[in-house]
């Protein structure tokens, strides 16, 4: 793509693209041959091996300029554990890597990576790990890891074109704790998630602190969610998310609502970010969707965007379908957010101001 269209939201990627090429090759490969020595005890020690390459050739308009782009989007690569420790008690174990097919990079351990326990009081993890608050964007987006994924308007972060580059509602704690209670009523799950280094290693110095809490019920068709998150930084933000998704005989339907709070130096600012979202399966391997979101600054005029995104599934098989998408970031007049980045699809693009950034999208995903 030309350079002046696409745009890295890491300066230093060049450099850890450069020691990824090096290290990840043979980091692969040792687990790889780890994974054939102990083949025989595999099924006893619970090991699974699981991938999925997920990449996409993409023609994207900026609202300036406009080109062909192939993207990797959230491929990645990892290995689960588990051993009865006792009669009841169990040890979990899962590291998941980031591969980038479009030009051969990755970070190990860069997805949710943890070890923990599990039992009848509920399941404990240390690590890396999705919020719960961004669990429930993932269970309602139709396009998540596509072109106009749900993040581009949720996460609220420099990456989706928004101006608080300092937050992200949509990302993983570092340094975490998990805990997840055992079902209870007929299909509730209450998630607490904690860190008290949100984004470092230790340091006693400074209070980077975060949490996230969920209520989820789901059983049978229904899935629904209220999630919290606050942290406790110099920002202090918060945010307030809600998701429902309810699957009838062939049509999905889903929805989400969030309140977010941005806070730091230079101001304070409410954003509202809702919308639904609709799949139906056509045949045995057609399956169409949709969706439309809006985000609404309640402090700001004219610096909303409306995202809408329509599409299908080829499933060829269990493993392996194509992926079809057209996305639209309709901007106001002084917004700029994205249809790509995010946190999902591998690039950001980035929006030129009061434009509608737009894009089509054929992918190939094999998942293992």
């Keep these: ?20 090429r090096k290290t990840l090759p043979a ?9 054939a020595a102990h083949q ?3 099924n006893t020690a619970g090991l699974n091996f699981y991938g999925r390459a997920n990449v996409s050739a993409d023609f994207l308009d900026n609202g300036t300029d406009s080109d062909l782009n192939v993207s990797s989007n959230s491929s990645r690569i990892g290995v689960r554990a588990s051993t009865d420790i006792a009669e009841g008690l169990k040890g979990l174990l899962q590291v998941e890597t980031q591969i980038n097919y479009d030009n051969g990079s990755g970070n190990l351990a860069n997805r949710d990576t943890f070890i923990g326990l599990e039992g009848g009081f509920g399941r404990v993890r240390l690590g890396q790990i999705d919020t719960p608050l961004k669990q429930i964007r993932s269970a309602v987006d139709f396009f998540g890891d596509q072109i106009g994924d749900l993040r581009n308007v949720t996460r609220l972060n420099g990456s989706t074109g928004a101006p608080y580059t300092s937050q992200d509602f949509d990302a993983r704690f570092r340094n975490g704790v998990y805990y997840n209670t055992p079902a209870f009523g007929g299909g509730f799950v209450f998630n607490l ?22 209520l989820t019920y789901e059983a049978g068709n229904l899935y629904f969610s209220v999630a919290t998150e606050q942290w406790e930084t110099t920002n202090d933000s918060n945010a307030l998310r809600v998701g429902a998704r309810y699957k009838f005989t062939n049509l999905t339907l889903s929805g989400l609502f969030q309140q977010a709070t941005i806070k730091n130096q230079a101001l304070e600012e409410d954003v509202q970010t ?36 329509v599409g299908a599934d080829y499933i060829l098989s269990n493993q392996f379908r194509l992926l079809f998408a057209y996305a639209q970031a309709d901007n106001d007049e002084l917004a700029r957010y994205r249809i790509t980045g995010g946190g999902g699809y591998g690039d950001a693009v980035a929006t030129t101001v009061g434009e509608t950034a737009s894009g089509f ?8």
Excluded: C
Aim: negative net charge; proline residues 2%.
């Design 193 to 214: 998630h904690y860190t008290p280094q949100v984004n470092e290693g230790a340091n006693l110095e400074e209070d980077t602190a975060a949490y996230s809490t969920s």
């Design 27 to 35: 980091t692969i490969g040792i687990v790889l041959s780890l994974l």
């Design 361 to 368: 999208s054929l992918g190939l995903r094999y998942d293992f």
């Design 274 to 309: 809702f919308g639904i979202g609709a799949s139906y399966k056509l045949s045995s391997t057609w399956v169409a969707k949709g969706q439309i979101y809006t985000l609404d600054p309640k402090d700001r005029d004219d610096s909303g965007t409306t995202l809408a995104v």
């Design 1 to 20: 793509m030309s350079s002046n269209l696409l745009s890295r939201s890491n300066g230093s990627l060049g450099n850890q693209h450069s020691f990824a």
């Design 40 to 42: 025989a005890s595999a």
